[in-house]
C-alpha cells in the first residue's frame, strides 16, 4: 500500500495552498484517512481528518477555519484545502489511512494503518 502525497511548495503568508492524496487502497471506502504534519524540532500534529464517506470531519485547534479536508471516493483521492496560511503552518505533511468506518480516535495518530511519505509546506512571511 502507497500513500502519495503531493501540492506542497512555497505559500506566502495568507495565501492557499490544497495538498492531494492518492492512497492505493483496494477498499479506499473502509478508511478514515487524516492529515498531519511534522515541524522541525516537533512532534506530530493532528491536522484533519474525514469519514470513509466525507460525511464527518474533525480538525485540530490551530487549523479550524482555516483548512477544510474532503475526499473523493470514485477517483481515491483526499484532499487537504489550506487558506489563510500562517508561518507556523510550515511542516512536512502526512496522509494517512485508518481501517475505519467511525471516526473514533483519528485524531491519534497511533491509530493509522498506513502513512505516506510526506509533502514540505514552507511558508513566507
Not at 516537533?42 to 481528518?49: I, L, P, S, T, Y
Not at 505533511?93 to 514552507?122: F, H, L, P, R
Amino acid at each position: 500500500v502507497t500513500l502519495v502525497e503531493s501540492g506542497g511548495g512555497l505559500v506566502q503568508a495568507g495565501g492557499s495552498l490544497r495538498l492531494s492524496c492518492a492512497p492505493s487502497l483496494r477498499a479506499f471506502a473502509n478508511y478514515a484517512m487524516g492529515w498531519f504534519r511534522r515541524a522541525p524540532w516537533e512532534g506530530r500534529e493532528f491536522v484533519a481528518a474525514v469519514s470513509w464517506d466525507g460525511g464527518s470531519t474533525k480538525y485540530g485547534d490551530s487549523v479550524k477555519g482555516r483548512f477544510t479536508i474532503s475526499r473523493d471516493n470514485a477517483k481515491r483521492m483526499v484532499y487537504l484545502q489550506m487558506n489563510n496560511v500562517k508561518p507556523e503552518d510550515a511542516a512536512v505533511y502526512y496522509c494517512a489511512a485508518k481501517a475505519t468506518t467511525t471516526m473514533s480516535s483519528t485524531e491519534n495518530g497511533g491509530e493509522y494503518d498506513y502513512w505516506g511519505q510526506g509533502t514540505q509546506v514552507t511558508v513566507s512571511s
